[in-house]
């Protein structure tokens, strides 16, 4: 039998980064479908892969027991034709999707030790993963055992999720309600204590001016141990629950010779902006969704903010691998997307 010809995925399309690389790939895991993608992150300064571009490519064909070429720090191109799957299951965490084992266990199936800056993001357990489990009940679990900070990297991240063999349902999403409470971990490691605090006191000076009733607000200052962290950094991540059951998020990373404070006014201010606009998912967690509802089975309706070139990507990719169709409506600084998804099962 001929082998099937990789579909052409060109790189460079809209925001022309690596979400455009890791969707593809998930997507052609999961349908089992060759791929060859060129253009790689083609309108990043530094085109081409980054060493934790390479290390995720590396670990799906690992998972997948797939064929990869082209794998190479600084390459513009690559094809990956995935092996023969039992596989279910998809994360979104700066690989942004994840496989495990779906036919034997649900237990830890990836350790990623070579991922960096991605370990010092939490907005991934604190509202992707939360809003994957309530919406489309999936049950992973994130452990991060060590954090990698820039430029030595090394952090080391184990996730595990439970199989699952029936399609996703569709959802929807529309309907926020209030703010019931805001919490936050401004954290660092290899610094001084007092920069975590005055994160934690910068951010909650603009929730206050924001109009932010403190009583709802709880954000924990913190100081990794040494035996956590490879090198040092610092950052801090919020994240606001409502009363529809919806989380956004707000983040920032600290730099040398910057204002810890500036640093969490700068997360309270991102999240203020995600409250803003009245959506029920924040900006990021707007294009990570993609790639379950296309997956879902039926009609899924969410309510968002203005559509981001990220979103706008993350659709491109899924409709090209998938076959889904999009409506996006968008008015007034609000947007609703709308999706029909394929109802995928995993190949037994």
Known sequence: MAAVEPLLVDGSVLEGGGQILRNTVAFAVLLSRPVSIHNIRHNRRKPGLKAQHAAGLRLVAKICSGHLSGCDIGSSAIEFRPGPIG????????????????????????????????????????????????????????????????????????????????????????????????????????????????MRDGAATILSRAGMDPGLVNITAVREKPEEAIGSGSGIVLWAETSGGCVLGGSAIGAKGKDPEKVGAEAAEELIRNLGHGGCVDEYLQDQMIIFLALAKGRSLIKAGPLTLHTKSAIWVAEQLTGAKFLITELEGQTWIECNGIGYTALV
Not at 87 to 100: C, E, K, N
Not at 141 to 168: H, W, Y
């Open 87 to 198: 596989l279910f299951a998809v994360l979104d965490i700066y690989v942004r999707s994840t496989l495990g084992d779906r036919l034997t266990y649900p237990t830890d199936f990836a350790r990623w030790n070579e991922c960096t800056p991605g370990t010092t993001n939490r907005h991934a357990a604190r509202v992707f993963l939360p809003f994957i489990q309530r919406r489309f009940g999936l049950t992973p679990d994130l452990r991060i055992l060590k954090r990698g900070f820039v430029p030595k990297g090394g952090g080391e991240v184990i996730v595990s999720v439970t199989p699952q063999c029936d399609p996703l349902p569709s959802v929807v999403v529309t309907d926020r309600g209030s703010v019931t409470s805001i919490g936050g971990r401004a954290y660092v490691a290899g610094l001084p204590a007092h920069l975590a605090t005055s």
